[in-house]
Every structure is written in structure tokens, then in C-alpha cells.
């Protein structure tokens, strides 16, 4: 639209003269940024967005929505109001993070199996995994400490050499009693009609444990007695999951190297100081890709 027929429309309208040159120059330094922070493949989407590659990243953050809304927290802070949006490709993410007020995720990808480190799984999440139709798959440090629960009594007889690791028997009734409960939130979830800091805040909110959160933990105990059962005799299933999770996190441990050299931070609040060890990490990245 011609700023003529702008003003026309509106009359107070305020305006002013862009800066393109300084527009591409804080985009290539906001592209730097989000290098470092959330992903190894970055790329500038001129004139006014960035294109990452979130690929093995996300569950670094907490997952996709955790990592978009933390994204444009962190960006909002520094007097940006950003847009963004997470899909399968980059029209797709394109499109929405420019139609959209509030972060999209929009994928069609099956996810079959999710892999965490120890302190990124619960009950509670074994629950919601199984009824969202996909596997947790955490790796287990301390599964020396870890117990199975047993699904009958009469199975403490059949499974003597693992009574050390035997605990109490499912409460099924719980779980029959809060089934219909335990959907609806999980159709909430599935369907986006309510975030999962607001489910999970709803559970905390009361003295009293909420029984569906009890219901829920009780069917994560069931799910994660199964798991660990594969776990423990399934050496290519720990060799999957420590796969999964190395993919990323040994670039980034070459990446800290390489950016730092252990040093754990910039020595110089000078603009020029920071900028020439950024630009030399991408190249380092670039020759170790090729």
C-alpha cells in the first residue's frame, strides 16, 4: 500500500523512513544469537525472518512448543515482537509464523518414539505419551534405583530372582475410575484446545492431589514397568535412544569448543570482539559439515 493512500485511511498514521541496511545487519546478529542458543543450522529469511533448522534440537528446550514460546519470550524481552511457527517445511513455517499471532506448530510427521535424558521423564509423562499414541524413551542413568510395579499379586510367586526391584500392585480401580478424565485432558493436549502448563497448573492447584493426576501417574507406572523390562534386555534399544540424543549434543559440545575454547564466555562486552569469534564458529561449522 502507498504511504498516500495509508495516511488517507488514516490520518494520524505516524511515519518513518527504514532503515534497511541496519534492518539486515541486527537480523544477521539476531541469526548469531539464535545460532548459538537454540540450533547449529541457522539461516537468514530475508528481509524481516530466520529459518532454523530444529531437527534433534527441541527436546534440548523442553520440546517444540516450550522452545517457540521461549524463543519469543526472550525476543519480546529485548523489545522485538517476533512471530513464530514450527512445521514439517519451511513454507509451511513460513506461512503461519506470518498468519499467525501466537506460536504454531503444524506437522503432519508420525512421531513414533521421543527420546529424553533422565530428568526429562515422569509417570506422568509415560501416561500422556502412551495416550497421545507414541513412545517415551528416556535414558536412564540411575536404573540400578528404579522398581516395577506388578500388574497381580500372584506374580511376586512367578518373578522370585526380582523381588528386590518388586513394588506395590497397579490400582486399576483408579485408573477404570478416571479413564474418561484421563482422555479428555489428553484430547486437550492432542488437539491444542489447552496448553500443557495450564493442564499440568490445574493438577498442582489444589492441597489435595488431583485424582486424575493420581489416575495418571498410576497408568505412567504400568508404562514405564514395560519400558524398562525393554530397556534392560534390548541393548539396540539404549543404543537408539543414546543415539538419538548425541546427535545434538556432541555438535554442541564441539560447538562450545570451538566458540569458547572452554573458556565458558566472552571475555569482551566489544561489539567487534564477539562478532569476529561468531563469524569464525560458522565457518568451522561449515568445513566440519562438508
Not at 523442553?62 to 526472550?74: I, K, P, Q, S
Not at 475410575?177 to 498442582?204: C, H, S, W
Amino acid at each position: 500500500m502507498a504511504v498516500a493512500q495509508a495516511q488517507a485511511l488514516v490520518p494520524e498514521l505516524g511515519i518513518q523512513e527504514a532503515e534497511l541496511a541496519a534492518d539486515a545487519a541486527a537480523l544477521e546478529k539476531l541469526g548469531l544469537w539464535t545460532l548459538w542458543l537454540y540450533s547449529p543450522l541457522v539461516a537468514i529469511d530475508a528481509p524481516d525472518g530466520l529459518v532454523i533448522d530444529a531437527t534433534g534440537a527441541a527436546h534440548l528446550h523442553g520440546g517444540e512448543n516450550a522452545m517457540l514460546r521461549d524463543m519469543v519470550t526472550r525476543i519480546a524481552a529485548a523489545g522485538i515482537r517476533a512471530r513464530a511457527a514450527m512445521a514439517d517445511t519451511w513454507g509451511s513455517a513460513h506461512a503461519f509464523a506470518r498468519a499467525s499471532s501466537k506460536p504454531v506448530i503444524c506437522t503432519d510427521m508420525t512421531i513414533e518414539r521421543q527420546y529424553v535424558d533422565s530428568h526429562g521423564q515422569s509417570e506422568v509423562a509415560f501416561a500422556f505419551c502412551h495416550l497421545l499414541g507414541f513412545e517415551l524413551a528416556p535414558r536412564l542413568k540411575a536404573i540400578a534405583r528404579q522398581k516395577l510395579y506388578i500388574a497381580d499379586a500372584s506374580l511376586r510367586s512367578e518373578l522370585g530372582n526380582l523381588l528386590p526391584i518388586l513394588t506395590r500392585i497397579i490400582d486399576w480401580d483408579l485408573i477404570e475410575r478416571q479413564y474418561n478424565e484421563m482422555i479428555k485432558y489428553t484430547a486437550a493436549l492432542r488437539y491444542r484446545t489447552a496448553d500443557p502448563e495450564a493442564i499440568l497448573g490445574r493438577f498442582a492447584g489444589t492441597a489435595v492431589q488431583h485424582p486424575t493426576y493420581s489416575a495418571l501417574a498410576e497408568l505412567g507406572k504400568v508404562i514405564k514397568a514395560m519400558f524398562l523390562c525393554q530397556y534392560i534386555g534390548r541393548e539396540e534399544l539404549r543404543r537408539e535412544i543414546n543415539a538419538g540424543l548425541n546427535v545434538v549434543e556432541n555438535w554442541n559440545g564441539a560447538h562450545s569448543f570451538i566458540f569458547y575454547g572452554k573458556g565458558g564466555e566472552l571475555a569482551s562486552n566489544r561489539l567487534e570482539y564477539q562478532e569476529i569469534p561468531s563469524c569464525v564458529c560458522i565457518f568451522c561449522r561449515i568445513a566440519l559439515s562438508m
